[in-house]
């Protein structure tokens, strides 16, 4: 007898059917070059502004152009995904994105290369919430939680892994390469699309809140405009406080909006759901995290330690490994136990690695002072992933699995543009050991917070034989 959650579906489906193994291997990939770019450019940074040139501040457009957009538009890129099919939208995001990448190759300014990362971004917007929303609609039960923990493990192994194989090509040909690469994953997915011919699911008779995108949009976007450039300009600045006066006013716009439109791009009655709510809570300051610390340990290793930026970029490579091999069987036990205890240890692990760190000195060694905070940031990462996925998407209704992802993808999002954009407050103005120090010691902070949260605000009642139930 096959065991059941309490909506009655089953926990087991037996093997995968090649449909499903299909959904699974577009998912991934289509994920995948999206989240490969948002790390794969951090280890491209020093040579892009020697090159083009602007400093500090041109490498945080770099990140933050990205993140701007792709943050900004992938509730709407949710909606639309529910609405007019999310295997449509997903070609559309993979066009896009390979048309911007060849873009970013051939760039001969670093404001044309600012203005591609945008575009690039808001292409990546269409990728995340369709690929995941592919998983939930075709998997249920257990199936779900591996297939889940699979795409989680491979799609934040890209996050990681980005950085290896940008520094091979910034060593060995140039960092333009490094963009190039996108069009393979890109072209691999498209192949399965136009081979699979998957079948596309939408919601009839509902529409897209456009005034509600252009209000999120632009707010957000003028909110993380006045992060940017606080720090050259000051507070008092017109060309700071307007713009962040304004973005508040938009985004709040934007929120009110959301409680009365009849057809909202970010449905406030979700976060009705207790594990919905701490989930995303939880994804904020883990991720941010994330983002903090992938940022100043790839530039750190190559500015002050002198790695070359393959070794920089294979710096991070044990995190990949163990995310890889232990996601998906974390998947399968978050699934039978709930998510809350992987989501209070695996932040935990991560603050303890973020704080190895301080560990680091003038006289420099990757096994003694780095390696350790790397291992237990891994295995935090992979407790922590999945579950966290699960939690969120499986507080949602199914036919809400789109937006339901990309409201989770745009918090993570938006929390790695706030601390990336903070990051010269964060650092003291200049990345020196003492200002890696001080950021490790941030991202500590925000790690133990996102356990803290998932402690108190994530809760699962457990099945007698597996699966768990949200409240």
Not at 411 to 434: H, Q
Not at 457 to 462: A, E, F, K, M, Y
Request: hydrophobic share 55%; with cysteine.
């Amino acid at each position: 007898m096959t065991a059941t959650s309490a909506d009655s579906t089953p926990l087991s489906s037996g093997p995968l059917t090649s449909t499903q193994r299909l959904v699974l291997w577009v998912a991934v990939l289509g994920s995948f070059v999206a989240f490969l770019d948002g790390t794969i450019v951090n280890v491209a940074l020093p040579s892009i502004s020697e090159e083009l040139g602007g400093g500090l501040r041109t490498q945080q457009w770099v990140v933050d152009a990205y993140l701007i957009t792709l943050g900004a538009l992938i509730l709407v890129a949710g909606s639309i995904s529910d609405v007019f099919g999310r295997v449509l939208v997903l070609r559309i995001g993979l066009l896009g994105f390979g048309v911007a990448s060849i873009g970013i190759a051939l760039a001969p300014t670093a404001e044309f290369l600012i203005v591609a990362r945008a575009v690039q971004g808001a292409a990546g917007a269409f990728l995340v919430p369709s690929s995941l929303a592919l998983i939930t609609s075709n998997f249920s039960g257990t199936d779900r939680g591996r297939a889940i923990g699979i795409w989680t493990a491979m799609t934040t192994a890209a996050m990681i892994v980005g950085p290896v194989i940008g520094g091979v090509f910034v060593d060995l040909l140039s960092w333009r390469w490094a963009f190039v690469v996108n069009v393979v994953p890109i072209a691999a997915t498209l192949a399965l699309l136009a081979r699979g011919r998957l079948r596309d699911s939408r919601q009839r008779g509902s529409g897209i809140d456009w005034i509600g995108a252009t209000l999120c949009t632009l707010g957000l976007g003028a909110l993380v405009f006045a992060l940017i450039e606080q720090p050259a300009l000051g507070w008092n600045a017109p060309a700071i406080w307007i713009p962040l006066t304004g973005g508040a006013i938009l985004f709040i716009a934007f929120i009110v909006r959301q409680a009365h439109t009849p057809q909202p791009i970010l449905p406030l009655d979700m976060f009705r759901k207790r594990n919905f709510t701490a989930g995303n809570l939880t994804t904020a300051f883990v991720y941010a995290g994330i983002s903090l610390n992938g940022f100043v340990v790839v530039v750190h290793l190559q500015q002050n330690a002198g790695f070359p930026a393959t070794l920089a970029g294979l710096a991070s490579l044990p995190m990949t490994l163990l995310l890889v091999f232990l996601s998906s069987r974390i998947g399968v036990l978050s699934g039978r136990w709930g998510p809350r205890i992987f989501m209070t240890v695996g932040p935990a692990f991560m603050g303890f690695g973020a704080l190895l760190l301080l560990t680091v000195g003038s006289e420099f060694s990757y096994w003694w002072q780095m390696l350790p905070s790397m291992i237990l940031t891994g295995l935090g990462l992979a407790l922590t992933v999945t579950p966290l996925t699960s939690a969120v998407l499986g507080a949602a209704r199914p036919d809400r699995s789109g937006i339901a992802s990309a409201v989770n993808n745009a918090v993570s999002r938006v929390a790695g543009l706030i601390v990336v954009a903070l990051l010269a407050l964060v650092v003291g103005g200049t990345l020196d050991l003492d200002g890696f120090h001080r950021a490790a010691i941030v991202t500590a902070a925000l790690m133990f917070a996102g356990a803290v949260t998932s402690y108190l605000g994530i809760r699962s009642v457990p099945r007698k034989r597996s699966g768990w139930m949200e409240l």
